[in-house]
């Protein structure tokens, strides 16, 4: 992940833009579904929203929030994936970057050599 971190902060400023505006589509989309997801979670562990939080027990809160916690990081992972696999998977069709960077870029977020400051 730091791999990934440092690879989009040492883009290219047109390359970094890019980037940027795929992930943030991708995190906008998770973002609406983990929300859509809370809900669900939330009467899971029959939470109402009408009531205030501190009138649960204490266990059910922290296992509601975890359980929250990790629906977010996964939707906006899954979401940014699917965001760069389709935006650059159109990229790999035309011909403008490789099969191993299509990969590298969709799911390890690490950016061609090329694309980099200095290069």
């Known amino acids: 992940m730091i791999r990934a971190i440092k690879s989009q902060l040492n883009l290219q400023p047109q390359f970094y833009a890019e980037s940027a505006r795929v ?7 998770g ?3 983990a929300f859509y997801l809370f809900q669900y979670i939330s009467s899971f562990f029959g939470i ?3 009531v205030p939080i ?3 027990d204490q266990t059910i809160v922290v ?3 975890a359980s929250c916690l990790l629906t977010l990081i996964l939707c906006l992972y899954i979401f940014c994936v ?3 696999f389709i935006y650059y998977g159109i990229k790999y069709q ?3 970057i ?5 990969i590298n870029i969709s799911f390890k977020g690490v950016y061609p050599k090329r694309w980099q400051k200095g290069y």
């Open 23 to 29: 992930g943030g589509f991708g995190c906008i989309l």
């Open 31 to 33: 973002g609406v579904l």
């Open 48 to 50: 109402a929203t009408d």
């Open 54 to 56: 501190r009138q649960y």
């Open 63 to 65: 296992f509601m929030f």
């Open 82 to 84: 699917l965001s760069a």
């Open 94 to 96: 035309n011909g403008l």
């Open 98 to 102: 490789s099969k191993d960077e299509f």
